[in-house]
Each structure stands twice: as C-alpha cells, then as structure tokens.
C-alpha cells in the first residue's frame, strides 16, 4: 500500500513540473444586528443579533488544455447546530455544500468550454453576477462556451436551474411567499 502511495506521489511531482497546482481558503465572519430586516418591526418587536460564517477550501489544477477547480464551502449561523446530542453540539448537517465544480477544456487557442458549477461575472458584476455577498454565494449550473476573436470576445453559456429530479415536467419557477 506504501508503494501505491509513493507512486502516485512519484507521478503527481513529475507532472507538476509542467502543471498548476493551486489550494487557497477563505474564512469570513459577519456580524448582523437586524430590526426591521425584510418586514416592518411592530412597536414591541425585539432586535436580533447574530453572527454568520463562511468557510470554503479552493482547489485549482492547470495542465496545457485543461482546467479544474473544486471548492468546498460550509456557511452557518454560530450557535444554530441541528446535530447535537445531550452533551453538546456535534455539527451542522446543512452548512456543508459544494460551491464550485467545473472542467474547462481550452479546444484552440481562441475557443474554451466550461463545464458544471461556475461563477459568471460580467461588466463587472451589472449584468450578471456571482453573487458572492451571500454567505453562501451564487452559482451557476452550466455550459459556457468562450470564443476569443480579434476584436471581439463572446461567451454563449446556458444554465439550468431545478430544485430536484422531477419525474414529469419541468417547473423552473419557485413560489416564495413573504406574508408574515
């Protein structure tokens, strides 16, 4: 078994000379003190104070056409653990997640297509955006294709969006209901 690893580690440190190999993190806490958040407080509302966190490991890999990144994410409140036992919390069940997940693969050098879980971020950010201002920020489940002219750069991406495997249909729409 300790050769299986060795040679594996053998062949990632040879490609390497060639390839890009990236790992960076981002941990982010915010604190929120809300009154009147979403809804108009009534004369006896209390305010709520919380503190929210976001944690994500980014992984990158680049070797001559092909690219890759992986990212996971966990985005919690502190203090708001629906895993616990009578002893003491053990952890969220619902903060972890995948936040990116993506192959691009460079076809020439003036065409690229991208594949899975991406950020989008176009004219910096006003006609369509990641959304990273959310804790757990915003992807897109896609298709993109690049195409790099001389004067010119078009990318034509396609995104789908469901909120689980339906067996008949496809209803894209969600219903959200902000009656109090």
Same mark, same amino acid.
């Given at each position: ?6 040679? #594996? %580690?053998?062949?990632?440190?040879i &490609? ?10 981002? /941990? $982010?806490?915010?604190?929120m003190?809300? $009154? *009147? %958040? !979403? ?5 006896n ?5 919380? !503190?929210s ?5 980014? #992984?990158?890999? @680049? ?10 994410? +966990?985005?919690?409140?502190?203090g708001d +653990? &629906? =895993? ?5 919390? !053990?952890?969220?069940t619902?903060?972890? /997640? ?6 691009k693969? =460079?076809? @020439?050098? /003036? ?5 899975? $879980?991406?950020?989008?971020?176009? +004219? ?7 959304? &990273? ?14 195409? @790099?002219?001389?004067k010119?750069k078009?990318? #034509? *991406?396609i995104?789908?969006n469901?909120?689980?495997? =339906?067996? %008949? *249909?496809?209803?894209?729409?969600? !219903?959200? +209901?902000?009656?109090?």
């Amino acid at each position: 078994m300790k050769y299986l690893f060795f040679l #594996i %580690f053998l062949v990632l440190s040879i &490609n390497s000379l060639k390839a890009q190999f990236g790992m960076d993190g981002e /941990f $982010r806490t915010r604190s929120m003190y809300n $009154r *009147g %958040f !979403i809804a108009l407080p009534s004369g006896n509302s209390d305010p709520a104070f919380h !503190i929210s966190q976001r944690t994500r490991l980014n #992984i990158s890999y @680049k070797y001559e056409w092909l690219e890759t990144r992986i990212s996971v994410a +966990d985005a919690r409140v502190w203090g708001d +653990d &629906n =895993n616990y036992m009578v002893t003491g919390p !053990i952890g969220n069940t619902n903060s972890m /997640f995948l936040y990116e997940s993506w192959v691009k693969l =460079n076809l @020439k050098d /003036f065409l690229s297509l991208k594949i899975g $879980r991406q950020n989008w971020n176009y +004219d910096d950010g006003r006609i369509l955006h990641n959304r &990273n201002w959310l804790q757990t920020g915003m992807t897109y489940d896609g298709i993109l294709t690049a195409l @790099k002219l001389e004067k010119a750069k078009i990318d #034509i *991406g396609i995104s789908i969006n469901n909120n689980n495997e =339906n067996t %008949f *249909g496809n209803d894209y729409r969600e !219903i959200i +209901d902000y009656s109090v």
